[in-house]
């Protein structure tokens, strides 16, 4: 079987889990480095540190990156909790999240792009994942099932594969 067709037989939750796990790993690089007190490395970029210095880096003297950590747990435990239970509030919880982490990204991306004037590749990059993380479970929650909106596990009658919820008829 091709790497394609076992990824499309993979349960979401644990690529949402998976994807939730490299946003926590940047997030914790950037997390470490600034309460450490220094800069993050970004090669020949050099958009990374100018970020890191501005005033926008942190939120009551709390690195932003300490937030995205936060998230990302949230996000994953979230992602394998709905994996391991079918608990459809799981789901929505990881849905939430991460809009809330993407509209919070966006702004902030803004305040790089027109404010700061640099952009920070680990931010960026965990921006791409938190906004893919966003999509795929937008895509999973609205093609759920509709059923019983109290479903609390049991599975709620969710498609349990990738190719399942690309190829569900509307």
């Known amino acids: 079987m091709s790497l394609a067709r076992r990824i499309v037989h993979i349960h979401p939750g644990l690529i949402l889990a998976a994807l939730d796990l490299v946003g926590l790993c940047i997030a914790s690089y950037l997390a470490t480095v600034e309460v450490g007190g220094g800069t993050p490395v970004c090669g020949p970029l050099h958009g990374c540190e100018t970020v890191a210095s501005s005033p926008y880096s942190r939120i009551n003297g709390i690195p932003v990156a300490v937030f ?14 709905w ?3 079918g608990a459809t509030w799981l789901l929505a919880a990881h849905y939430i999240g991460s809009l809330v982490g993407v509209l919070f990204e966006t702004y902030f991306t803004y305040l790089e792009l027109f404010v700061i004037d640099a952009i920070c590749i680990w931010c960026a990059t965990y921006f791409v994942t938190l906004l893919v993380r966003f999509i795929l479970s937008a895509i ?3 093609r759920r099932p509709k059923g019983n909106p109290t479903d609390t ?3 709620g009658g969710y498609r349990t594969t990738a190719t399942e919820i690309v190829s569900a008829d509307d």
Request: proline share 0%; net charge positive.
């Open 153 to 155: 596990g049991g599975g």
């Open 68 to 81: 995205g950590v936060f998230l990302s747990l949230f996000l994953m435990t979230a992602a394998l909790a």
């Open 140 to 142: 999973v929650w609205f």
């Open 83 to 85: 994996w391991r239970t």
